[in-house]
């Protein structure tokens, strides 16, 4: 369950730390699960200079990290992971499945990063828009060799078990909270339902008298008697009929509050304004 994500600049060893932290995890007896850029079946190294390309690839991870997240395993996800939104989105994946979250950055010099990324084979480099050719570093480069590779460079290890493992979990907020879906047959009975009490209450108006309180159907006993104030005409109410099924569209209700909620509309109509618009404290 709980998520790491890893960015850093191209070069810098990323892989080779996500792997020596994956290891240390299972040497706790933690599954591990990694998702990595070679795993998308259309990924080489010239992605990033095509933007729509980029943006194929960003959907897969995403898609990646929504399969793999449970609450039984670490899922690593190792990448460049530069775009702050993009970064976003994921945490997001990670607030809805309610799991423990870390960003580790890999923070290699570009000195380093070009160094590493030449002992690369051709078809491995990174290539393009992330790295440019810059005529400072065309000569050979003089890397401090008593720096620690990013095979032995020191990791926080601990801290990211404690952090990952006994941390707190993210807590869901209305930005990621699922919406719960309507019954199948819900838009058919919500015309229905309202159609009804429209045409019950232009049949009343008929006969009632000023002042005298109309029962409404569809709506409990004790909340479905409304006051006739005045004449309404079809077109006034089926105004406030197709606001309450707009309403209604986007915050789905039970059946059987229906009639309730079209009446209290409808009572709120009573005062000086000639129509209501449904939100969300109707």
Known sequence: MPFLLVTGYPACGKSTIVDRIAEHFREKGKEVNIIREDDYHLFDRSVYNDATKEKEFRSYLRSELQKMISKKNIVICDGLNYIKGFRYELFLVGKLAKTTYAVLQIDGTEETCRYLNEQKSPNERQVGRLETEDP??????????????????????????EWLIEGTALKENQSTTTVPLAPTNFLHELDRTTQEVIQYIVEAQRT????????????EDGKNKLRFTKVRSLPELSRL?????????????????????LFSGLEQTNSDRNFVIFSEST
């Open 208 to 219: 009632a008298i000023i002042g005298q309180e109309i029962v409404v159907t569809h709506a």
């Open 136 to 161: 400072t570093f065309s000569d050979d480069l003089s890397v401090d060799l008593d720096r620690p590779a990013p095979r032995y460079v020191s990791l926080p290890l601990t801290d990211l078990y």
């Open 241 to 261: 009929r197709r606001q309450f099924i707009s309403f209604s569209k986007t915050h789905p209700i039970e059946k059987k509050e229906i009639g309730n909620l």
